[in-house]
């Protein structure tokens, strides 16, 4: 099962030394779930807010593309509900309000077995949002640019790595990624963002693209249509672990 859900913390005991938001850090809950897990990704806080409020309601995006690690930390975090002991992020303490699994409650709360990937649609087109700071990297080179050929490329690469062909046999395991060379961009509306990671500025980008499917390409349809939905869980090109390259779906 591929899964993606959403925390609601509340924020108590505000540290005002350390008051300010800083994104795409791998600090504090980042760390500590990240040490127990390999196959998931965190969100930076979904909020425009600059700096941490005491007694203010602050949201994270956690998914998994590993049925064993959501176990380990869906079981982490609802010790740390249900006990009302706080998590620290950024030197900030957190109470956990709640898990919101259900997609009615959030446009980022989802769940997907295998076998839903067998149900393919022969798309036409497909828009994606990137809703995180996105960047590619190709061979030594580090692109910001929505490429489809490494968008998708990306994709099929982690997806291959990530499918268990115990339960159903992998559609796409024999799928090269020169076949996305064929995909071009119908629509691009993006922003240049410039984000700080490890001490070093990255060029990164956010905003839409509509990926159109050329019409004598009916395979190809199904399978953007499979990498765009393990998308949504997987994230998309670098430093996804901390919340980059996170991606809406609209097909």
Do not use: W
């Amino acid at each position: 099962m591929f899964y993606s859900f959403v925390l609601k913390l509340k924020l108590v005991n505000l540290e005002k030394n350390s008051n300010l938001i800083k994104k795409f850090q791998n600090t504090g809950l980042l760390r500590e779930i990240l040490e127990k897990v390999k196959g998931s990704t965190i969100s930076n806080f979904l909020t425009k807010d600059k700096e941490f409020k005491e007694g203010k309601i602050y949201f994270i995006r956690i998914t998994s593309i590993d049925s064993k690690e959501i176990k380990e930390i869906t079981k982490y975090l609802y010790e740390k509900k249900i006990f009302s002991e706080k998590i620290t992020i950024q030197n900030q303490n957190f109470l956990i309000e709640n898990i919101i699994h259900n997609e009615e409650n959030s446009r980022f709360s989802k769940q997907m077995l295998l076998q839903d990937f067998l149900d393919l649609k022969n798309l036409k087109s497909v828009k994606i949002k990137f809703i995180t700071p996105t960047t590619f990297k190709f061979g030594e080179i580090e692109c910001f640019i929505p490429e489809p050929y490494l968008y998708f490329g990306g994709a099929l690469k982690r997806f291959n790595l990530n499918f268990d062909e115990s339960q159903i046999e992998n559609p796409l395991k024999n799928i090269s990624s020169q076949i996305f060379k064929k995909i071009k961009i119908e629509y691009s509306n993006i922003e240049k963002r410039v984000i700080t990671i490890d001490g070093k500025n990255r060029e990164t980008f956010i905003g839409e693209v509509i990926y159109n499917i050329p019409k004598n390409e009916l395979d190809l349809g199904k399978i953007v249509d499979c990498l765009s939905r393990f998308s949504f869980f997987s994230g998309v090109g670098q430093f996804t672990e901390r919340g980059l390259g996170q991606v809406l779906i609209d097909s």
